[in-house]
């Protein structure tokens, strides 16, 4: 058995830390292979602090929503504070097993914010390395070690959500969107119609809006529109450069076109927000936001 741990405190407790005055605190990280001796754990009344476990290789048995079941590799597994406990692994599965345990006044929010649970996430190089890093980390601690080492678990959590989503999408809508997103950011002074974006993702026209608006809240003409105007704002603010001009770096060849739908997006004519350095739509985005009284 191979055991690789780093530990934020000297001592060891079996049902953790709980520490509240901190928004994110981890207590311990590590790492287990079994090659030559398999390992059960069970804890009726669990810990005080959250545990997250992710089965690199191998698989193993683990109590989930009072339930045993087998879990392979790639999948994490969450535990809260007080939730029982009950995990077993077996030499025989050769299980790889990366683990953290944390706390924090903040915790129980975010991992509500980012939807956290057991689940798969596959079997990442990069979610390993994450692990490491922290483990790294909290053995060394190196100055600013306990910054560094939040700096990578809010990483991690933002990239399991991340990644738990992008698994209820197919492979090839994903990697398609993300090819016409990046090639509209570059190409956003072309003439686009939504034909030619569903051409160039390979799907039909009523497929296409449908998939964009699902993955970017937005359809894909206002998507461009919406784009256009932010890449205008940045030359607007560019000594010297005439509203004609400006126009026709976005794509739009009728500069009193441009104007009026700069003036729909923005809220204000390019040359007022020019004259104002952007100070009118921030006018316009604050009372937005503001709540009557």
């Not at 060891?12 to 520490?19: A, K, M, P, V």
């Not at 287990?32 to 290789?57: C, E, M, N």
């Not at 077996?90 to 706390?103: K, L, S, Y």
Request: aromatic share 14%; proline share 3%; hydrophobic share 35%.
């Amino acid at each position: 058995m191979i055991d690789i741990s780093g530990h934020l405190r000297d001592r060891r407790r079996e049902i953790g830390f709980l520490q509240e005055d901190q928004p994110i605190v981890v207590n311990c990280c590590g790492y287990q292979a079994f090659r030559t001796k398999s390992l059960w754990k069970k804890r009726p009344q669990g810990r005080v602090d959250y545990q997250l476990l992710y089965i690199y290789k191998g698989r193993g048995e683990f109590l989930i929503n009072k339930k045993r079941m087998f879990c392979d590799a790639g999948t994490i597994i969450l535990y809260r504070p007080g939730e029982e406990q009950f995990y077993s692994y077996f030499c025989e599965d050769a299980p790889e097993v990366f683990w953290i345990h944390f706390t924090g006044s903040d915790v129980e929010k975010i991992l509500n914010k980012y939807s956290i649970k057991s689940g798969y996430v596959g079997e990442s190089s990069y979610l390993k390395h994450m692990f490491q890093e922290i483990i790294v980390e909290l053995q060394l601690k190196k100055t600013g070690y306990e910054t560094m080492i939040i700096c990578e678990f809010c990483k991690m959590i933002a990239w399991i959500s991340r990644t738990m989503q992008d698994t209820n999408k197919t492979v090839g809508e994903d990697i398609h969107m993300d090819q016409l997103i990046l090639h509209l950011n570059q190409n956003y002074q072309k003439e686009w119609s939504v034909k030619e974006m569903a051409d160039y993702c390979g799907f039909s026209v009523g497929y296409f809006g449908h998939i964009f608006k699902k993955t970017m809240q937005v359809s894909p003409m206002q998507y461009l529109t919406e784009l256009r105007m932010s890449k205008a704002k940045d030359f607007l603010m560019e000594e010297g450069m005439r509203i004609a001009e400006v126009a026709d770096l976005v794509g739009y060849k009728d500069p009193l076109y441009f104007s009026r739908v700069f003036k729909k997006t923005v809220g204000c004519s390019p040359a007022d927000y020019r004259e104002d350095g952007g100070y009118l739509e921030m006018i316009k985005t604050s009372n937005m936001h503001e709540r009557p009284l």
